[in-house]
């Protein structure tokens, strides 16, 4: 540890100590010679470098020979220039004005703005987003919350969004919108690089895996009109570009090192490079600590290739491999009298979850002409989830060291997902329309029954030991999906564009398998013991249907969608045998409509806002009930609650100081502030009491503001997020239940700083969460990591070093 702090301290003072070589200049439209202003500069590796004035005037310091600098301007070409310490220090460059009228937009360099959030463009990397509400969140290494994955922190600047904040690693991304679960954001399609990587996108579509932040250039979003390109979810897509391989440089390296409170270290290193055709990105993330709870100790790997092959400027083959896996303990969740004593008490030592996950992808774009563009995308999944652990309804019951119960997860599927974008004229009016399909296969397996007396992470059934064990079930679930799609482009005039859709889903699912009918007396005698076969199968085709509307005027961006979604259940809703509830049986997908409207605008980069209202009307909602049986038990049943309207206003604002005052570009000052408020009700319900009442985790108003306060190359941050409280059953329960899994979830605020120093190559991060150290939950959780609440991380805070060599 001395030689490595030896290390870092010799890297700091070389960067202090270079000469000072500054490189200006003007840049200028190669049609008029008119300055162009705002004009943004990077390196290579994505890092913001300077940025022009209104006289198009840039300066910046050049430390290094043969530094390529990249030139970005919306409406022109970017353009690259190479510099080095001996040139000529005054520089006129003219850019070239693009000549596109309609084109898919592939910029070399990940665009970047003066704010962290833009949207996505009309037609870009394959995508419509045109009349869609759409969401670009820009990653940059000065974003305290990239080493820990932290949603608070990355997410910030999205509306709307509701947080299960479980870990302080960010091991799953929980997050939901619009009164849909954050559950291991199941409620979205979750993609990266524009492919799927939960288990099964239908089946099983929670996300175990989250791509490492250090190694995305942005996360794309696109709310419930998603459903039509991306699969039907409510919640719309999700998707995690990663970082580009460096240009036109053999060997880049990045090492960044995180070390923070309970004993938490992160490792990133990333390698990478390219020539001529070929190009790489290697990355490998190791992450471990020991939690801010007793019985919370986690480690983590994740591991990724990413190999190109440009046969051509038109014709590219890409291949990816994501390896990652993670152990980690589960301090189980606690009552509410356990956590007014104490938030982060644990009486359960021998609960384990273990996630293996493995996905291969290859994908082929191909512009055939000026006019249509292709791409093609081959994924293979093969993942394992365990859980194990001793779980009881009365989460304050200690742990009688009996055999645990053990869950394993086994899913293996592949896809095969093409798209095709033509531009055409319709009547001397500019067209497009994008055209795809997908076919996906999976072949899933589930096991419940008893697992060892001992206390480690023994994922071993123990059939044999334990015959009697009530919880036992088998499953398999065999499912097929053929689905095809289609959206067009009408360009009415420069203004005014329609755009409709459609897509076509055929589902069959199956499930095959067994569970175990045990009945013990009170001394634990075999009373009855059967063996339940069953066997269904599901076959579903329909019709999903939509339509956008984009109206610009004087700049002003208006759009407006309806869309309509589906969400089937899920085959873990219907083996898993849990203590805190139980399922019914006659479980009925749900689906609706989703309704967008909106207004955005960028001014000059000193001002921009996107405020939008949007309405859900959601059909045989899944929730829970609290439900008396004969024996006079109460428990929660999960089932088709009835029907919701979810409607609301989100509104999302960013104010750029600095532009506005005129001020020096050394000078950083933006202020960004977002709030939404929405209002959710039952309209119709089979169960008494439901109707009138407002749906289960949706916070009525969600208000989170920061700021970033910069001088050349340090950059102070200050982000507040305010979340009011909210239901977690349809019977709107303000107290708990033994289990703990329903009661009202308590409004919440919180605060975090962060301050970073870039030294060129060197960077140093420092980032306190939660200064105000305030106790607060933010789920019930009605399986893992609970039952019970989960108690969300105090005070704690991180340091992080960066080097790129």
Do not use: H
């Amino acid at each position: 540890m001395r030689n490595f702090n030896l290390f870092y301290c010799f890297l700091f003072f070389k960067e202090i100590i270079l000469a000072q070589n500054f490189i200006q200049g003007n840049v200028y439209s190669n049609i008029d010679s008119f300055p162009i202003e705002n004009v943004l500069l990077f390196d290579s590796n994505s890092n913001f470098i300077s940025k022009t004035d209104k006289n198009g005037y840039f300066i910046f310091n050049l430390i290094e020979n043969n530094k390529l600098i990249y030139f970005q301007s919306d409406n022109y070409l970017i353009e690259k220039i190479k510099f080095n310490i001996r040139d000529s220090l005054n520089y006129s460059i003219f850019l070239k004005r693009r000549s596109y009228e309609i084109d898919q937009i592939n910029l070399e360099l990940t665009t970047k703005f003066d704010f962290n959030i833009r949207k996505l463009y009309d037609v870009e990397n394959m995508i419509i987003s045109l009349g869609k509400k759409s969401e670009v969140i820009l990653i940059s290494d000065f974003n305290p919350g990239t080493p820990t994955n932290n949603p608070r922190q990355i997410f910030n600047q999205i509306p709307g969004l509701n947080i299960f904040e479980n870990d302080e690693a960010g091991l799953q991304l929980n997050i939901g919108v619009r009164g849909l679960s954050p559950s291991r954001s199941s409620n979205f399609n979750t993609r990266q690089n524009n492919y799927e990587i939960s288990a099964d996108p239908l089946g099983y579509p929670e996300s175990y895996y989250t791509p490492p932040l250090e190694a995305l250039s942005e996360i794309q979003i696109i709310r419930g009109a998603g459903a039509l390109q991306y699969g039907s979810q409510f919640g719309g897509m999700i998707n995690f570009i990663f970082k580009n391989p460096t240009i036109n440089k053999k060997f880049d390296l990045v090492s960044r090192n995180s070390y923070g409170s309970n004993n938490l270290f992160t490792n990133f290193l990333s390698i990478s490079g390219g020539k001529e055709k070929f190009q790489y990105y290697i990355f490998n993330n190791y992450k471990i600590g020991d939690g801010f709870r007793d019985n919370s100790g986690f480690e983590s790997n994740n591991f990724f290739t990413k190999f190109i092959y440009s046969f051509n400027n038109k014709t590219k083959l890409s291949s990816e491999i994501t390896l990652f896996n993670y152990l980690s303990q589960q301090a189980g969740g606690v009552s509410d009298y356990m956590f007014a004593n104490d938030p982060f008490q644990s009486i359960r030592e021998r609960n384990w979850f273990g996630v293996n996950w493995l996905i291969i992808n290859s994908s082929f774009k191909k512009e055939i002409n000026n006019k249509i563009s292709l791409e093609i995308n081959f994924s293979r999944l093969v993942a394992q989830r365990n859980a194990i652990g001793f779980r009881s309804n009365r989460v304050d019951q200690f742990d009688s060291n009996e055999e645990r119960d053990l869950i394993k997860g086994n899913f293996k599927n592949f896809s095969l997902e093409s798209k095709l974008i033509k531009r055409y004229k319709l009547k001397n009016n500019n067209a497009l329309f994008l055209i795809g399909g997908k076919y996906f296969k999976s072949n899933n397996f589930t096991k419940q029954g008893p697992g060892s007396e001992g206390y480690g992470a023994d994922f071993r059934f123990f059939t044999n030991e334990f015959p009697y064990y009530p919880n036992q079930s088998s499953y398999r679930y065999p499912n097929l999906n053929y689905s095809f799609f289609l959206e067009n482009i009408f360009y009415i005039n420069d203004k005014f564009s329609i755009i409709p859709g459609f897509r076509y889903e055929n589902i069959k699912t199956e499930s095959i398998g067994k569970y175990k009918n045990i009945i013990l007396d009170a001394a634990n005698n075999v009373i009855y013991d059967e063996t339940v076969f069953n066997n269904e199968q599901n076959l579903r085709n329909f019709l999903l249907s939509g339509i956008g509307i984009s109206y610009k005027l004087n700049k002003i961006d208006f759009y407006f969608n309806v869309t309509q979604n589906y969400r089937s259940v899920t085959f873990n809703d219907m083996s898993v045998v849990n203590p805190s509830f139980i399922i019914d049986p006659n479980l009925k997908d749900e689906s609706g409509r989703s309704i967008d409207f909106g207004v955005r605008k960028n001014i000059n980069n000193i001002l921009s806002y996107d405020i939008s209202v949007f309405m859900i009307n959601y059909n045989d909602r899944i929730g829970f009930i609290q439900t008396t049986f004969d024996d006079y038990t109460i428990k929660n049943k999960k089932t088709n609650v009835g029907n919701a309207l979810i409607k609301g206003i989100e509104s999302n604002i960013q104010l750029d100081i600095k532009n506005f005052l005129n001020f020096d570009n050394k000078y950083t000052f933006t202020i960004f502030s977002n709030y939404s408020n929405i209002d959710s009700k039952y309209k119709k319900s089979p169960v008494n009491g439901i109707t009138g009442n407002s749906l289960e985790f949706v916070p009525k108003n969600i208000f989170r503001t920061g700021s970033t306060l910069g001088y050349k190359s340090i950059f102070l941050t200050v982000n507040f997020s305010y979340v009011s409280s909210q239901f977690t059953d349809a019977t709107n329960s303000i107290e708990s239940n033994l289990s703990g899994v329903v009661g009202l979830i308590p409004n919440y605020s919180v605060m975090d700083i962060s301050i970073c120093k870039n030294f060129g190559k060197f960077k140093i991060l420092y980032a306190l969460n939660n200064v105000l150290d305030n106790y607060y939950f933010t789920n019930r959780a009605s399986g893992y990591p609970g039952p019970g609440i989960i108690p969300s991380i105090n005070r704690n805070s991180m340091l992080n070093f960066q080097y790129n060599f």
